[in-house]
């Protein structure tokens, strides 16, 4: 059993909504909160920088006064993703405003900074850091780390290539604290499979692109329903980090998806205007897509999941009596 921190053990299914460049915004953290899992977006999102004050203030002051109206079915906490790559330079102001409003989770990618961490711990927030592999995974924690977020092959967006047997098995190995797989997880078996394989929470990103609250075009929220994982390509040339990217995007961009060339990691850069028009342009995606058939409400698609997730369980549960 893991060694899960308080503010983790409440969630009403297993679930972190990870943060997505451009596309996650309060409105959708806010309603991934109230239907009962963790809600995030990257700090980055807000533009100008002097919004993220104004979107920190409008998440808080929304969740507390729906915990105030529902106390029993509180929402579930919010996080707030901090690339700390040196390309960043919002990352000290940023956060900076994190600590004024307590956010109670940090997730941080592209880098392992001591002083992150410190300034999540000193109001008693938690910090959860993407990683690609083992060695990434030992970094994260030696530098004081709380959880690890376990991207592994088939996740939306900046994505390793490890299959998330090998990933899991590899953390756990040495690795007790809370941890995350992220991997075309999008429906409620999916997060039941990650649980099976050691993992405690399951991290979930592209199926909430066909959400209503999502900030993405109605073309891009499309493209998510009616594609499957032989419309994702992996690529580092739109960032200099490698990801998975829907192929009709780069199509329409006047690309081909088949022979992408590779790009140099020296490029690689994060919240500038040149990276914007490459999110916007070339859209990021998960392979799990399969499973998503319609644009919903984010309310709605955890209720899915979670029934989902416990009609998976519940079968588990009486395969297993059988071979017992």
Known sequence: ?????SILNNLRIPVIGSPMFIISNPKLVIEQCKAGIVGSMPALNARPASQ???????ITETLDDYNKK??????????????????????ERDMELCVKYKVPITI??????????????????IVLHDVINNRFANKAIEKG???????AAGAGGHAGSKSPFALVQEIRAWFDGPLALSGSIANGKAILAAQAM????????SPFIATHEARASEEYKQMI??????DIVYSNLFTGVHGNYLKPSIREAGLDPEALPESDPSKMSFGTDTDVKAWKDIWGSGQGIGAVDEVTSAAAYVDRLHQEYIDARDGLLK???VFS
């Open 198 to 205: 050691g993992a405690d929470f399951a991290y979930i990103g």
């Open 70 to 91: 529902n106390p029993d079915r509180p929402a579930a906490p919010f996080a707030i993703n901090q690339i700390v790559h040196r390309s960043n330079d919002r990352l």
């Open 225 to 230: 329903v009616e594609g499957t994982s032989d």
């Open 1 to 5: 059993m893991s060694n899960i921190p």
């Open 145 to 151: 780390a709380d959880g690890l977020i376990a991207v």
């Open 52 to 58: 993220l004050d104004e979107w920190l203030a409008e």
């Open 319 to 321: 395969a297993s009596s």
């Open 108 to 125: 941080t990618s592209l880098g392992a900074r001591e002083e992150v961490n410190q300034a999540a711990h000193s109001y008693g927030g």
